[in-house]
């Protein structure tokens, strides 16, 4: 069967935008500041510490489905070092994970007709930081549509990128 929107691609084919990247390593922020090992409640940095160093307590390393955000042509002519990503998330994922537990969040209803709602504004483009991408039926990559969420968005190194690729 054909799927005229994805295809696999050896590990030698050059990174473009639109790539989807399962597992990608990111290097990212935690909510919390790490103190002693611990989660503190705040990001307070104490008196003693320089900011640095409360900055690198909130450093983590995370695993994250992404797709490439970065521009084809300035990854072609390797005009950038850093290759900018979102993460993407499994469309039944999304809805129980972070939209359901959102609105329960906010006190609003979670019914067939309210996810009925919400993903007709993703997938018509009228919600700004979501964006539904399509489903894949290739053989061995075979996925349920996705979420591409636009609140994070993650810079990763071209070069650490594309030798993670070729792994």
């Known amino acids: 069967m054909s799927d005229a929107w994805y295809e696999v691609v050896e ?29 503190a409640a705040s990001a307070e940095v104490p008196e003693a510490t320089p900011q640095t160093e409360a900055l690198k307590k909130r450093h ?3 695993a994250e489905d992404v797709i490439v955000m970065t521009q084809a042509c300035d990854l072609e ?3 950038v070092s850093d290759v900018v990503v979102c993460p993407h998330y499994a469309l039944s994922y999304f809805r129980e994970h972070i939209w359901k537990p959102d609105q329960e969040r906010k006190q609003q209803k979670t019914n067939s ?42 810079t990763v190194p071209r070069d650490f990128l594309e030798s993670l690729l070729k792994e």
């Open 11 to 39: 590990a030698s084919t050059r990174l473009t935008q639109g790539d989807i990247i399962f597992d990608c390593p990111i290097s990212t922020w935690a909510e919390e500041a790490k103190v002693n090992g611990a989660s």
């Open 60 to 62: 983590e390393i995370i």
């Open 77 to 79: 002519h390797g005009k």
């Open 113 to 154: 007709e309210t996810w009925q709602k919400h993903f007709k504004g993703m997938a018509d483009g009228h919600l700004w930081n979501l964006c539904v991408v399509n489903s894949s039926a290739i053989e061995g990559h075979a996925m349920e549509h996705r979420v591409a969420d636009f609140h994070a968005i993650y």
